[in-house]
């Protein structure tokens, strides 16, 4: 068997193999992630296992209503034993002898560099891996080049946090932690490896490209119900995934496992949103039905082999007709010339998932320490610029200011200490100023951070501002493919409308303009960041809150 003709049939039985695979699983109507994962899992094992299962199992004969490609073949080498009818000589076309090996040139370079870019993310991974640092948990590490966790590692995989991993909160560090634990309990990253090793040698084959693509997303939406298991909260796990997404934290590092890689935004926090249920896992019953439906699928796959043909079927030759023989025929009438075809409407509408962000958000921080007296605002209010919202103790800083204007009484105003000691006074009235703690922007005070009775020190959080009123903002991202027709239309000079839909699409929530697109494309997901700003006088859009987004192109 030629080096093509066994690839060729390679590929053809590993596409039966996972198009059944595939059925399989759409009819049975399998939902838990974990179980999809191990049905994938058994279709990529059993595709490179069909080369040895060819030709150790025992063929299995099945018959065609026509002649298979290899006996036809045969057949055509020996059609010239067969008497016709001689016509006038006709040229016999020459082969071209080095068609093969430009045929396997073409399939090894590509497979050359499909290896080599897995070997180059390999050895960057563990290069990356080396470098990064030991923390105090177990089995974790710390980085400066990661935007976002990932698993780095094949034979013993472990956790790369970012640096600034110890300023998440604990709710945040859980849901990641069992995002990546999870991984490493169901060997994602060394799955993962040698589903990549499959697709570099069947790149020919479109369904390993799929297969690969349906083991990194199932892996993602187990991992994503861990979190969800540990945290039990939904919206705060979806607004923690979109913060890394949005972050352009979705890199692929060879033998690691990114967070935020797979997929489109939206359709993995709609899942997470939306979702009721998690993923069980993977059962003893539901690991013996994978086996027991994938062994017998591949078997027949590998070993089946058309039955021979049976004798006596008469082999027609097709032979070139003289082109004396060809009778005379009035040539054809002209055609009228064709309309030239419709050209396509323009895209007109495009959507994306979006997020609504504050015009301001402010986190009001002391800026001296001392103990806080009271807190002068209600949780969920409209507070105004300049109104009061808390007040430290003053009376140190009281002290110090009347310290310091007696000393500046005492010195000559032409004296050389005299411009020191009124600084000091100045400093002294700043800092007293400062036990007065108002809103530095108009807007809406969250929940308090730190109640009276506390001691806080310089730079202590009290409670955070956002402005949505009377505008507010939101950030969606479209594909890199469209970015061209959106700027195209700005540079115009035409408003152009965006529309904020709920999750269900179909209450219209507020309507707004486009005033910014971003000057660069998230490498990962093919997507870029678009900002629209929105009337909220009626407070129909919330901070952080998620929104399906429609952009018009037509300038309606």
């Not at 209503?65 to 067969?82: C, H, R, T, Y």
């Not at 896992?281 to 089946?304: D, I, K, Q, W």
């Not at 009124?422 to 009235?429: H, L, P, T």
């Not at 303009?513 to 929105?534: C, H, M, P, S, Y």
Request: glycine letters at 8%.
């Amino acid at each position: 068997m030629s080096t093509i003709v066994f690839l060729a049939e390679w590929g053809v039985r590993s596409v039966i193999l996972i198009l059944g695979g595939a059925l399989l699983l759409w009819a049975m109507r399998v939902k838990d992630p974990s179980i999809r994962l191990m049905a994938w899992t058994a279709m990529l094992f059993g595709s490179l296992a069909i080369p040895a299962l060819t030709n150790l199992a025992p063929r299995v004969r099945f018959v065609t209503a026509q002649p298979s490609v290899v006996g036809m073949a045969k057949d055509l080498e020996n059609v010239g034993a067969i008497p016709v009818p001689r016509g006038p000589e006709v040229p016999p076309q020459r082969r071209s002898p080095d068609r093969t090996l430009i045929v396997l040139g073409i399939y090894g370079l590509v497979g050359f560099v499909l290896l080599f870019r897995i070997a180059l993310g390999f050895v960057m991974g563990l290069r990356l891996l080396r470098n990064s640092g030991a923390t105090e948990l177990f089995g974790v590490r710390e980085s400066d080049d990661v935007p976002a966790p990932v698993t780095l590692g094949v034979v013993h995989p472990a956790i790369v946090l970012p640096s600034d991993w110890r300023q998440w909160s604990g709710a945040k560090r859980e849901a990641v932690l069992a995002h990546e634990r999870s991984h490493i309990r169901r060997y994602d990253p060394a799955l993962q490896f040698i589903s990549a090793l499959h697709r570099a040698l069947l790149w020919h084959n479109p369904l390993s490209w799929f297969l690969h693509k349906q083991i990194v997303r199932v892996a993602e939406e187990a991992s994503d119900d861990a979190a969800l298991a540990a945290t039990h909260d939904r919206a705060f796990y979806a607004e923690v995934l979109l913060d890394f997404m949005q972050g352009g934290a979705g890199g692929t590092f060879g033998a690691g496992v990114p967070m935020a890689r797979y997929g489109r935004p939206d359709q993995r926090i709609h899942r997470i949103l939306d979702g009721t249920s998690l993923s069980r896992g993977v059962t003893r019953g539901s690991a013996a039905a994978v086996l027991a439906l994938g062994c017998p699928l591949t078997f027949v796959v590998a070993a089946a082999h058309p039955a021979d043909r049976p004798q006596g079927i008469p082999i027609v030759q097709i032979l070139p007709v003289p082109q004396a023989a060809v009778p005379a025929s009035k040539p054809p009438a002209p055609k009228a010339p064709a309309a030239p075809p419709k050209a396509k409407s323009a895209l007109a509408v495009l959507t994306g998932l979006g997020n609504v962000t504050p015009l301001y958000t402010v986190t009001v921080r002391s800026r001296v320490e001392g103990q806080l007296l009271s807190m002068d605002f209600k949780e969920g209010d409209t507070v105004k610029e300049g109104q009061l919202l808390a007040a430290l103790d003053p009376r140190p800083y009281e002290i110090q200011l009347a310290q310091a204007q007696a000393q500046l009484a005492e010195d000559d105003p032409a004296g050389p200490r005299f411009q020191s000691d009124q600084a000091n006074v100045d400093r002294a009235k700043l800092q007293v100023a400062y036990t007065r703690i108002v809103a530095p922007i108009t807007g809406v005070v969250g929940l308090r951070m730190m109640d009276a009775g506390n001691v806080v020190t310089t730079g202590s959080p009290l409670v955070v501002i956002t402005q949505f009123q009377p505008d507010v903002l939101v950030l969606f991202t479209i594909p890199e493919d469209n970015v061209r027709a959106v700027r195209d239309r700005l540079s115009d000079g035409s408003p152009l409308t965006v529309e904020a839909w709920d999750r269900t699409n179909s209450t219209r929530l507020a309507t707004g303009q486009l005033i910014a697109v971003d000057n660069q494309i998230d490498e990962t997901t093919g997507t870029v960041k678009l900002k629209a700003r929105f009337d909220n006088k009626a407070g129909a859009l919330f901070p952080n809150q998620f929104v399906n987004v429609r952009l018009y192109l037509d300038g309606r």
